[in-house]
């Protein structure tokens, strides 16, 4: 008897992702601009109705398009969040890319946390709506991905930063402080985005002296070694 072909199972991770990519990844230059353009309306709207109010329609009405057509590129709005989600980690690794150019090592320890700190909040304030945004990375399960490759990104870039400046430690070491200054300049991050000029300018200051402590005190624990 003859075998029968068996069709591939398809797991509920699998189903998820599938629910979040684009229907059609946009080629031609017009429906990249269209792409982008439900991206950043999305952005807005997130701002002035929240998460729990967002949905396709109201996109759609904002963007001037029939849902219809909006389906033609995302299936959900989870899909137009995890997109403008992947776009905000995809403007990190290129600051990141930017740091690993700088002579690291040359560079003062105070020099350096005022260069990658001021490099690394702009990602924050050029991304509409982030507090939403990293929220709902984190609390919504088909963008808890994102969450995880957001701090794996942090933390890997941080820790060759380290190495490069003198920090001799194991790599899971190096991997333990990397994630500290991401738990502290993460959080610090989405707090000074929302103050005014001078509270985040002296909030700016507070986190710079914290992150030059700890270096400084990791680095002078490296030379006694």
């Known amino acids: 008897m003859p075998n029968k072909s068996k069709t591939p199972k398809v797991t509920l991770e699998d189903s998820q992702k599938q629910d979040l990519a684009p229907r059609n990844e946009p080629v031609q230059s017009r429906s990249i601009r269209r792409s982008k353009q439900i991206i950043d309306v999305t952005g807005e709207l997130l701002e002035r109705v929240g998460l729990d109010d967002l949905n396709t329609i109201i996109i759609a009405k904002e963007v001037g398009i029939s849902i219809g057509s909006l389906y033609h590129y995302f299936p959900n709005k989870y899909a137009i969040l995890y997109a403008m989600g992947s776009r905000w980690l995809e403007s990190i690794d290129t600051v990141f890319n930017e740091v690993q150019k700088w002579p690291l090592e040359e560079l003062e320890v105070d020099d350096l946390i005022d260069k990658i700190l001021a490099i690394h909040l702009k990602t924050y304030k050029k991304q509409k709506a982030i507090l939403t945004l990293v929220q709902a990375m984190f609390s919504v399960k088909e963008l808890r991905e994102l969450d995880e490759k957001h701090d794996e990104l942090v933390i890997n870039q941080m820790s060759e930063v380290f190495k490069r400046i003198g920090l001799q430690r194991h790599i899971r070491e190096r991997e333990r402080i990397a994630r500290l200054y991401l738990e ?33 005190h990791h680095l002078s624990a490296s030379e006694e070694d």
């Open 184 to 216: 502290i300049t993460h959080s610090t991050f989405l707090v000074v985005v929302h103050q005014n000029e001078n509270r985040a300018k002296r909030t700016l200051n507070d986190l710079k002296r914290m992150i030059e402590s700890l270096l400084k």
